[in-house]
């Protein structure tokens, strides 16, 4: 069977996060990703503008929005200093944070485990359950600040 549309831009944004952490670039400066150079490499990945497109946006976005959603993140991860979890998982993370906090269509249990099927392909086999437990714990805390 096929993956769908939106699994395919997000295999391709964590791998442009991913690319981008491991680059070196410090993450006060990761949102100046310049918008020509994803394209390129989305261009290069998929000839779907529908893919593209909600690729660029899950990218962007979290680039755009990084310091707080690594704040966000290191509040749930008690003995965890960000640059000790995997660079898959940390790309992972924030972007399924982003989309969990942003992109109101998609139900918060498909992004969810959306992001734990890519931790479980492109990271290690535990990643899956570290990923799922941190967004649980996240969304939990969305949820808690939304009714109060």
Known sequence: ?????????????????????LAGNNTQKMWLYRDWEISAILSEATENHEIRDYARVL??????????????????????????????????????????????EVPPKVVINETVELAKTFSTAKSGAFVNGVLDKLYQNLLATSES
């Open 59 to 104: 990218i962007l976005g979290t680039l755009k929005n990084i310091r707080e959603l690594d704040e966000r993140i290191i509040e749930v991860t008690d003995n965890w200093k960000l640059e000790r979890i995997a660079a898959v998982d940390r790309a992972a993370l924030r972007q399924g944070l982003y989309e969990l906090l942003e992109i109101a």
């Open 1 to 21: 069977m096929p993956k769908r549309n939106r699994t395919l831009a997000r295999e391709i944004a964590l791998q442009t996060l991913y690319q981008q952490d």
